[in-house]
């Protein structure tokens, strides 16, 4: 991507973000991670299976130039089109070439984080061409006008109180806020869509090499519709995702789900190698596979920030995060959210564009214990900090100044005990006007540009009281 472009588009994923919204993010990751720690639990062997997931990733990535070229040799030998793009502006070319090519005027997707971080949506509104999200998810935040706030669950911000009202405002229909009606609702606006799209796209979880398969997982019947209904499809997936062979596949698969929402095995996984080959077949009559770099080969190049592609976009690490959990998704500005987009946006983006993002973190290493191809996050997000305040060859990025005399000041009150009392006690008296219901909003510059989009916790002058109680 473009240095002018991530600028046009670093935040546009923001919104404003209630307690409301907060707690139902946390209901959310607390159910994810109870379901996840009784099926590891039942499974016995979780730990060798993510040593074994973590050493295919690494092996597959340092040998990624062989996987791609195999992979593109056996796409090729199904009866498929592969494609190559550089960047963001690469691959909205290839796609709206093979759109105009078919006189495509209508596009069904299914849900790809990789669409979400070229923006092809706006590309293709752009072109004259309307693109419906089918996931349902994706359907709920492309009718509400934001992006992603979870990297699996795209609408984990809204109760369906809130769904309900946007289905009423959006779409015309008498929507009560129940999950089965509203999805029902979904289900019969999207299907006359799937019947007459001339093109389906999707993305991929993984592509295996061995044979030109591309695996998509999901928990909805859309998936599938989307790649076999429309005569044409095109599957956008970064180049990360391949993996060698079916006997590495058996191992994700494993992991995926589990990890993910705390399921066996999602309700749908599909494998997808080329177009059908007669007319009896399910299946697109065209298959396109565009395989993205957008930055990836450049934290290739990087040994200390490599193992970042391991990663298989299952979520756990944002379910965990104490920062994600509180800050929700949209605060983090980009498609990606959580320790995993802390570590991944200011490589795509550059650390000059996205500089904050590796601050996002308390490094309390929650999200590399939990991580299960076994990514260390933290060290990743401490070498990212480095390059931020001394500059890299993405960009000479320096500490702002007024950073620096916040992190001196802080060190000086933490290193002195009345210093930090008094301005505990201090801090609250100038708090008071701003406190609502144990939050802090509208609160003046600069710290507003945190509460222009989310409210602050107040400020517990409380610890010491606490812990010369317990003592």
Request: aromatic fraction near 6%; glycine fraction near 8%; charged fraction near 20%.
């Amino acid at each position: 991507m473009t240095q002018t472009m991530t600028r046009i588009n670093f935040r546009t994923n923001t919104q404003h973000v209630s307690p409301e919204m907060i707690s139902g993010v946390q209901a959310a990751t607390t159910r994810f991670l109870a379901n996840r720690g009784k099926l590891v639990a039942e499974l016995g062997n979780w730990e060798a299976l993510r040593q074994s997931a973590s050493d295919i990733r690494l092996h597959t990535i340092n040998h990624l130039d062989y996987y791609l070229e195999q992979l593109e040799r056996n796409v090729i030998a199904a009866g498929g089109h592969v494609h190559w793009a550089r960047d963001a502006a690469q691959a909205h070319k290839i796609f709206l070439r093979i759109a105009h090519e078919h006189n495509v005027k209508t596009i069904v997707k299914s849900k790809s984080m990789a669409s979400e971080e070229i923006h092809l949506n706006d590309a293709m509104e752009a072109a004259g061409i309307h693109a419906l999200e089918t996931d349902l998810g994706e359907y709920i935040i492309q009718l509400a006008g934001t992006g992603p706030s979870h990297i699996i669950v795209p609408a984990l911000h809204l109760r369906k109180e809130g769904i309900a009202e946007l289905f009423h405002e959006k779409l015309g229909v008498d929507a009560p806020p129940d999950p089965v009606r509203l999805t029902q609702i979904a289900h019969e606006k999207l299907r006359q869509e799937f019947l007459s799209a001339e093109m389906g796209m999707s993305g991929a979880n993984f592509m295996v090499a061995e044979t030109g398969t591309i695996v998509v997982v999901t928990n909805e019947g859309n998936g599938r519709m989307v790649t076999t209904q429309p005569p044409v499809h095109v599957a956008i997936v970064g180049i990360d995702k391949v993996i060698p062979d079916w006997e590495s596949l058996t191992v994700f698969l494993k992991l995926l789900a589990r990890s993910a929402t705390g399921q066996k095995i999602s309700t749908y996984t599909s494998f997808i190698t080329g177009p059908r080959r007669t007319e009896g077949e399910n299946g697109p009559q065209e298959f396109h596979l565009v395989l993205l770099d957008n930055g990836r080969t450049k934290i290739l190049r990087d040994e200390k920030t490599r193992e970042t592609l391991k990663c298989i976009r299952c979520g756990a690490c944002l379910n965990i995060c104490p920062v994600y959990n509180n800050v929700g998704g949209h605060a983090y500005g980009f498609a990606y959210s959580g320790p995993i987009g802390a570590i991944l946006s200011p490589q795509l983006l550059g650390t000059q564009v996205a500089a904050d993002l590796p601050y996002a973190s308390t490094l309390c290493g929650a999200c590399a214990d939990i991580c299960p191809v076994k990514i260390p996050i933290p060290e990743i997000l401490l070498h990212l900090r480095h390059r931020v305040a001394e500059g890299d060859a993405i960009a000479n990025a320096v500490v702002p100044s007024a950073m620096r005399a916040m992190v001196t000041a802080s060190t000086l009150s933490i290193g002195m005990p009345w210093l930090y009392r008094f301005g505990s006690q201090l801090l609250k008296i100038v708090e008071a006007p701003f406190r609502q219901d144990g939050w802090l909003r509208n609160l003046p510059p600069p710290l507003n540009r945190w509460t222009s989009v989310r409210p602050l916790p107040a400020f517990k002058a409380q610890f010491r009281a606490w812990w010369r109680k317990r003592k």
